[in-house]
Each structure stands twice: as C-alpha cells, then as structure tokens.
T-cell receptor, first 113, second 113 residues
Framework: DGGITQSPKYLFRKEGQNVTLSCEQN?????MYWYRQDPGQGLRLIYY???????QKGDIAEGYSVSREKKESFPLTVTSAQKNPTAFYLC????????????FGPGTRLTVL | GDSVTQMEGPVTLSEEAFLTINCTYT??????LFWYVQYPGEGLQLLLK?????DKGSNKGFEATYRKETTSFHLEKGSVQVSDSAVYFC????????????FGAGTQVVVTP
C-alpha cells in the first residue's frame, strides 16, 4: 500500500542531544513537508522540500535541520539549539500534479526529558 | 499574510445531532480551502476540499461550501456519530504558496452516545 511512514512513533531525548526523525513515502511525490503540532494549536511549518536536493525554511525553522538526498526520504533533525522541542511532529507529501492536497504520516511524539 | 480562524472547541454533541464548525480565512487572491480530520494519536486525513468560489466539497456526510463573499468555509454534517469524534482543522493554500498550507488552530468535536 502506498503511504507515508514515520518512525519512531514515540521518542525520548535528553536535553542537549540531537535527534533525527524519519519520514519515508512511496507515493512518488516530489514535495515533502515537516510540521510541528503543540497541544491545542494548529500545525506550524518547519521545513519543506519541493524537489530532491532542495529545501526551504518554513515559519519555525530555528533549531531544526533537514536533508533531501532521495525523493522518498525527508529526515528531520531536532538539534540542541531548539529551545522547546517537546511536540508532535508530522510529515506530509504532495503530488506534483495536485500540490495542494497533502497526505500525512502518523506522526512522531518527541519528549525531552 | 494568510490566516485561518476557526471556532474554538471542544464542541460536545449527542449522536445524530447537527454539526457546524465555522471557519473564516484571510488571503490574497483565490486560495484553495481544505478540511482535515485528526483522530487521537494519528496524523491528519484530508476530509474535503474546494478550489474555487461556490464549490462544495463533500465526503462521508460532511459538506463545506467555499464562500468568497464571506471568506468562509464552514463544515457541516447533518447527523454525527460517535466515530466522528476527532479534531477538525480548516486550512488554506494560496496560489503563490506552492502547496504550503496555513492551518487553523483546530476544533475538537466530542460526540456522546
């Protein structure tokens, strides 16, 4: 079945450590996105990539980094510079012929201890 | 900049009641409008969309009409079920945003038997 997978589902990190969240899609989508969701709030865009080897900062990119070496993969690294990293992280992708409709993965819940 | 405002929750209803969730937006030009649904602990699923004024999106008994004159995209369902309990997000994508979505804060809906 086609879809987006994110791993792990739950992740715990000590303060001062970097951590990488995985996002893989087999939908043959060119565009991929990372969002952060905090309780009672909407989604905020962290980074997005329109094509392989290219990505742009979203609204809250500080303290995060990404890479897009393969079309199927868009990993997100939460660095120690991110002041408040505890949140639910969602990855999405979209079809080049239908860029408005984004399809989401199940999310990763990151908790900093 | 673009923004989406939706009614605060939680909205608590009895089964078979009528549901309305208000959503208004601010955007330049003619954005595409979306409703996404998020079940507990999961990612977002596209519920419906509309891409131009007076379009009506519908899916699973839910409907929303793109009203340019009132900049609104209210979500409605005539008879809710317990399984409709979720958080609902209104979102828009502007023509010049290359697929990036602007989300509202989300409205939690609780349906009781």
């Amino acid at each position: 079945d086609g879809g987006i997978t994110q791993s792990p589902k739950y992740l715990f990190r000590k303060e001062g450590q970097n951590v990488t969240l995985s996002c893989e899609q087999n939908l043959n989508h060119d565009a991929m996105y990372w969002y952060r969701q905090d309780p009672g709030q909407g989604l905020r865009l962290i980074y997005y990539s329109q094509i392989v080897n290219d990505f742009q900062k979203g609204d809250i990119a500080e303290g995060y980094s990404v890479s897009r070496e393969k079309k199927e993969s868009f990993p997100l690294t939460v660095t120690s510079a991110q002041k408040n990293p505890t949140a639910f992280y969602l990855c999405a992708s979209s079809n080049p012929g239908n860029t408005d409709t984004q399809y989401f993965g199940p999310g990763t819940r990151l908790t900093v201890l | 900049g673009d923004s989406v405002t939706q009614m605060e929750g939680p909205v608590t209803l009895s089964e078979e009641a009528f549901l309305t969730i208000n959503c208004t937006y601010t955007a330049t030009g003619y954005p595409s409008l979306f409703w996404y649904v998020q079940y507990p602990g999961e990612g977002l699923q596209l519920l419906l969309k509309a891409t131009k004024a007076d379009d009506k999106g519908s899916n699973k008994g839910f409907e929303a009409t793109y009203r340019k004159e009132t900049t609104s995209f209210h979500l409605e369902k005539g008879s809710v079920q317990v399984s409709d309990s979720a958080v609902y997000f209104c979102a828009l994508s502007s023509a010049d945003s290359w697929g990036k979505l602007q989300f509202g804060a989300g409205t939690q809906v609780v349906v009781t038997p």
